[in-house]
Nanobody
């Protein structure tokens, strides 16, 4: 059964860095695109970044471009989100998501497998 598990969240000061991990089981990861999303209290879930199955295509929300980097290690069945220069407005629960047999980035309502989320808090 396909399962995604996020990890790596925590409390960090503004300007700091975190690396989130999305570990997959039950799949051959190089067949699936992975998206990262976040949801802050009182706000809608929003897309952060995504990476194609091959890793050759990546996309970022304008709000994180130049600060976040998505990558994948298919042998480890893991996708990473390196977050640098963190800001208080980055505070949210971060989720990774995928859809079976889809190799390219999808819209929010097209991802039907989600992890449990990991909390990122940016505060001084």
């Amino acid at each position: 059964q396909l399962q995604l598990v996020e990890s790596g969240g925590g409390l960090v000061q503004p300007g700091g860095s975190l690396r989130l991990s999305c570990a997959a089981s039950g799949v051959t990861l190089d067949d699936y695109a992975i998206g990262w999303f976040r949801q802050a209290p009182g706000k809608e879930r929003e897309g952060v970044s995504c990476i194609s199955a091959s890793g050759r295509i990546t996309d970022y929300a304008d709000s994180v471009k130049g600060r976040f980097t998505i990558s994948r290690d298919n042998a480890k069945k893991t996708v990473y989100l390196q977050m640098n220069s963190l800001k208080p407005e980055d505070t949210a629960i971060y989720y990774c998501a995928t859809r079976t047999n889809r190799r390219y980035c999808l819209g929010l309502n097209e991802y039907n497998y989600w992890g449990q989320g990991t909390q990122v808090t940016v505060s001084s």
